[in-house]
């Protein structure tokens, strides 16, 4: 399987549905021409309450989290996000679901290294991660 602008405070409460599209474009440079940067990089995240620190760089999205990254073909649900945008890392905790190209994987915990495109997944105690993957024919 293969998220700024914010405001001078040290810290933003936002409610509802944040395009991260502008931290994308400061945080996430992205070499492609063939896209715009916005378009290419753009998150959608949506949750119940949303809070960013521009001091520490750390986005947190609490309750209902859903999040959308067309560019990598990336859904996911949880309970939780935090972004940070310093070490490009993403974590989701909180009955995490994600589902990339058809392929899906439930945790309790995942972390996504944005620049390997990699998923490191850890489950609750006493259980295990599950994956689905589509195995196609190399023809």
């Known amino acids: 399987m293969s998220f700024g602008l914010l405001s001078p405070s040290r810290s933003l409460e936002l409610?509802?549905?944040?395009?991260?599209?502008?931290?994308?474009?400061?945080?996430m440079p992205w070499s492609m021409?063939?896209?715009?940067?916005?378009?290419?990089?753009?998150?959608t995240l949506k949750s119940d309450v949303q809070e960013s620190n521009s001091q520490t760089g750390?986005?947190?999205?609490?309750?209902?989290?859903?999040?959308?990254?067309?560019?990598?073909q990336i859904q996911a649900t949880a309970a939780q996000a935090q972004y940070y945008s310093r070490e490009r890392r993403l974590i989701l905790t909180g009955d995490v679901y994600v589902i990339q190209e058809g392929n899906s994987m439930r945790a309790?915990?995942?972390?996504?290294?944005?620049?390997?495109?990699?998923?490191i997944a850890t489950p609750q105690s006493d259980r295990q991660v599950?994956?689905?993957?589509?195995?196609?024919?190399p023809e």
Do not use: M
């Open 108 to 119: 309790e915990t995942l972390t996504y290294l944005i620049d390997e495109e990699r998923f």
């Open 130 to 137: 599950e994956s689905t993957y589509i195995i196609t024919n």
């Open 33 to 43: 021409q063939a896209q715009s940067t916005a378009k290419q990089g753009e998150i």
């Open 58 to 72: 750390i986005i947190t999205a609490k309750g209902n989290v859903k999040i959308n990254y067309p560019a990598r």
């Open 15 to 27: 409610i509802g549905t944040t395009i991260i599209s502008a931290l994308i474009v400061v945080a």
